[in-house]
């Protein structure tokens, strides 16, 4: 009982940082309009996912500062800090004035609350992974930490169905108006109960147990000289990140601005997505336990590889919500497949002593550079090719570069085979 506590007090904050990240997502072309006019639609809408995507750039150095904070404060520490900053990123972001009102300062404050919140989400997966793989029997970690993936889905989930419901009780007006910042302001509300249960967490034995209290300058120096394992770690990574913020937080742009659906269907879309994940992420991680990480890794990078333009080029040449949702479903699938054994592999991989700088570090760069761009990415690969389906291209690559990862790790690590 006491772990199962463990898991949802730590899960909790999990939860908070990916709904802030998919409220913001869901509203980007509202946003875009509130604090980034343009005559131009691409261009406003590109200047929301660019101050999206800078959030993700800060990720690395959060990494580095909290994760070498929790690598010599404790886990319990450096994930209450985490908390935080992101709720100082969703006040600003909940109560700043629009464009019309205070003209340049608007995107200046939404641009720093966005950076405050990647600072913290730069190590707050990696420090839950970690937590999680600390506390959990060693024949269940792969099923232990396929939790942090899967409170981020009940986010989406909650995102999604708060979208849906804005989007059929209150006309688009409102939407415009006002309507857009109630997401956030419920977010503000959630932030007390989830520090309180990041208070009440327990250190991990693993940390409490360490006879060597590492300083900050041995925790940089040890992750300088793993740069390595980092660096493959971020590519076992890139399959991970590109697909979740394509089947989640760009899913309602695309299937609205692409695939001209209303916003109900998109955000029911949404929803079944992030059920789906939820379902499927403790499965992987059963099967995680039972056969090893590097078979799911190897079958769901190469099912990336083959699937994902020829789905999407299916739905655009004929666009329907059941074909919409099923190629969804599908890409979730191999989400959850391919997730359910990397996080777990991630945190065996990297060094033990370091372990929240590592992983935050390989994570966070992942982020920085192929998830937190791929709305961006995805937008202008279709805006270039004038092709709706050049995402799965984007996909596709991702898949490669971690396949060759997968392969890397396989024979350089005691990864379980």
């Known amino acids: 009982m006491n772990k199962l506590k463990a898991v949802l007090n730590v899960a909790s904050g999990n939860f908070f940082e990916m709904y802030d990240f998919m409220v913001y997502g869901i509203y980007a072309p509202i946003i875009a ?28 150095f959060g990494a580095i500062v909290i994760g070498a904070y929790i690598d010599k404060n404790g886990r319990k520490k450096g994930l209450t800090l985490t908390l935080g900053l992101m709720g100082i990123g969703m006040l600003m972001l909940t109560f700043t004035p629009g464009y019309s009102y205070i003209g340049i300062f608007a995107p ?24 999680l793989a600390e506390i959990a029997p060693p024949n269940q970690r792969g099923f232990y930490v396929s939790w942090q993936s899967a ?6 989930v909650a995102a999604a169905l708060i979208g849906y419901l804005l989007s059929k009780y209150i006309t688009n007006d409102q939407m ?24 009440n967490l327990e250190e991990t034995e693993a940390f409490k147990s360490r006879t060597e209290k ?27 990140t590109v697909m979740f913020y394509m089947i989640t937080a760009y899913t309602p742009t695309y299937g609205k601005s692409m695939l ?11 929803v079944f997505v992030g059920i789906s994940n939820f379902i499927l992420l403790p499965i992987m991680g059963i099967i995680s336990d039972k056969v090893g990480r590097v078979k799911p890794l190897i079958f769901f990078s190469v099912l990336g590889i083959i699937s994902a333009y020829p789905l999407l080029h299916w739905l655009t040449v004929a666009p329907s919500f059941a074909k919409f949702l099923f190629v969804e479903l599908f890409f979730s699938f191999i989400f959850a497949g391919y997730n ?27 982020t920085a550079i ?13 805006h270039i090719s004038a092709n709706d389906a050049m995402p799965g291209v984007w996909i596709s690559i991702s898949a490669v570069f971690s396949f060759i990862a997968v392969c890397i790790v396989s024979k350089t690590t005691n990864l379980a085979k």
């Not at 309009?33 to 990720?59: C, D, E, H």
């Not at 300083?215 to 971020?234: D, V």
């Not at 991630?346 to 994570?363: H, M, P, Q």
């Not at 192929?370 to 279709?382: C, D, K, R, V």
């Open 33 to 60: 309009q509130t604090f980034f006019p343009n005559n131009n639609k691409y261009i406003s809408i590109m200047m929301s996912f660019g101050v999206f995507a800078a959030g993700f750039l800060m990720r690395p």
């Open 108 to 131: 200046i404050l939404i641009l720093i609350g966005r950076l405050i919140q990647g600072i913290a989400a730069g190590v707050e997966l990696g420090g839950v992974s970690i937590y």
């Open 151 to 156: 409170s981020q889905q009940l986010a989406v």
């Open 176 to 199: 415009n108006s006002f309507g857009w910042r109630i997401p956030f302001l419920i977010g503000c509300f959630i932030v007390p109960f989830v520090f309180y249960q990041r208070r």
């Open 214 to 240: 590492l300083t900050m300058r041995q925790i940089f120096s040890s992750a300088l000289s793993s740069y390595k394992t980092i660096l493959l770690g971020s590519t076992l990574v890139m399959l991970t």
């Open 260 to 270: 001209n659906f209303s916003s109900t269907n998109a955000f029911m879309v949404t």
């Open 340 to 366: 359910g054994s990397m996080v777990v592999a991630l945190t065996e991989i990297v060094d033990k002593s370091t372990r929240t700088i590592g992983f935050s570090l390989a994570y966070s760069l992942a």
């Open 370 to 382: 192929y998830g937190g761009f791929t709305p961006l990415i995805a937008t202008s690969l279709i």
